[in-house]
């Protein structure tokens, strides 16, 4: 992935999300993705898909049942 691809999905999530503690991993891994971040805590996995001339990107995140907090009255 581009750095120029990286620097514009950065953005994109910091805006959508609304915190600027969201940031992409400083080098591509050799799959073509990148790491995201949040605070410094890793939270997932930005991949690059190129089908038919059209680009999309896909974020994985993967969540620990045991991080999950309780919830009052369930």
């Known amino acids: ?8 999905l950065q953005k994109y999530l910091r805006d959508k999300f609304g915190t600027e503690r969201i940031v992409l ?3 591509p891994r050799n799959d073509g993705s990148v ?4 605070g410094g805590e890793f ?3 930005i991949y690059r898909d190129e ?3 059209e680009v999309s ?3 994985t ?3 620990l049942e045991i991080d999950l907090p ?3 009255g369930l």
């Open 1 to 8: 992935m581009k750095q120029s691809e990286m620097a514009r």
């Open 25 to 27: 991993g400083p080098k």
């Open 35 to 38: 790491e995201v971040t949040l």
């Open 43 to 45: 939270i997932g996995t």
């Open 51 to 53: 089908e038919d001339g």
């Open 57 to 59: 990107y896909a974020l």
């Open 61 to 63: 995140m993967a969540i």
């Open 70 to 72: 309780a919830v009052a």
